[in-house]
């Protein structure tokens, strides 16, 4: 079966074409055209802008795929959650795609997408025995914990009260004049710290840790918050007299050691409280190699399984569109003219 997907809920102009046979998965394309340069002059992706790049982009690249749409058998898209200009530019591709060739088109909510990206590395995932697992979704625009019973089968049982994680770190990133986005500026930085210590998180008070606030960390549910540890950066680099390269990497590993912390102890506690054997990590925050390391070490430590996608289908990418529409197949539709984004989509 060949599935072709688009993605195109923010800044990423994505196409894929995935093939699964018996299990078997091939990524027979996945292409990714990004607009990170023209965001970065910004600051931050403008929507309008977005949304005209987009415009310029799915031809060239569908162009360059010579990938032939008669011979798939389903069209996915993402039709929400994200910035409503950029999802609409890439639903009426999709509706029109499948209108001229008669293919049935598979609505895909972006979230679930990135909770499916571990299935497109880890083939044992397939096994019934994966659930229940907890499926975390840290990105630019989300900070979920789910518990996922089966395929299609979520409970949202924490979440981000105020800032997504990954907007934690394109903020601070401004406030500390980084660039755009923030996440691999900020963690090649912390990385850069001479005090680094991989263990520090396992043990209190590491002194080169400037000790920025946990916000929420020991509350008894499994939601977080990210805008105060946020706005305590913002403090100290205002009151912060003389700047130094270490200085600013100091800053970057003790922000990151903060998320680090609440990231991984909620998680730890949620899979600890609802019993289950793997832990899947997804989006684009879950490139950070200090999370993956800490979750691994407190996972392992309990007798649970870890799943990182990929890195690079840990930011946005129609490859994890394209498995996504394969576990719901069930859903595809041929003529769904009606299908409309949908900016705040839920799972
Ligand atoms: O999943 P994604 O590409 O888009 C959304 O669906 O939001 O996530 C983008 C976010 C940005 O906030 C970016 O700063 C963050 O992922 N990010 C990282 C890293 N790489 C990207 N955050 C922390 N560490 C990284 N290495
Ligand atoms: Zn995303």
Known sequence: MKIFAIESSCDESAIALLEIEKGKIKILKNIISSQINI????????????????????????????????????IAVTYGPGLITSLMIGVELAKTLSYVYKKPLIP???????????????????????????????????????????????????NTVDDAVGEAYDKVAKI????YPGGPIISKKAERYQGLDLSSHLKKGDKDDLNFPRPMMHTKNFDMSFSGLKTAVLYKAQ?????????????????QNAVVDVLTHKIIKAAQKY??????????????????????????QLGIKTYFPELKHTGDNAAMIAITGYFNRANAKKNNFSLMADANLKL
């Open 39 to 74: 965001h970065q002059q910004y600051g931050g992706i403008v929507p309008e802008v977005a949304a005209r790049a987009h415009c310029e982009n799915f031809f060239p690249i569908l162009k360059e795929s010579k990938i032939n749409i008669k011979n798939v058998d389903y």
């Open 108 to 158: 895909i909510n972006h979230i679930e997408a990135h909770i499916y990206s571990n299935w497109l590395s880890h083939p044992e995932l397939f096994s019934k025995k994966t659930f229940p697992a907890l499926a975390v979704v840290v990105s630019g625009g989300h900070t979920n914990i789910f518990l996922m019973k089966n395929y299609g089968k979520y409970q949202l049982i924490g």
């Open 176 to 179: 500390l004049n980084l660039g």
């Open 239 to 255: 009151a912060e007299k003389k700047w130094t390269e270490q200085k600013i990497n100091q800053y970057c590993f003790s922000f």
């Open 275 to 300: 019993k289950v054997k793997n832990i899947l990590l997804g989006g684009g925050v879950s490139a950070n190699q200090e999370l993956r390391n800490i979750l691994k070490i407190k996972a392992d």
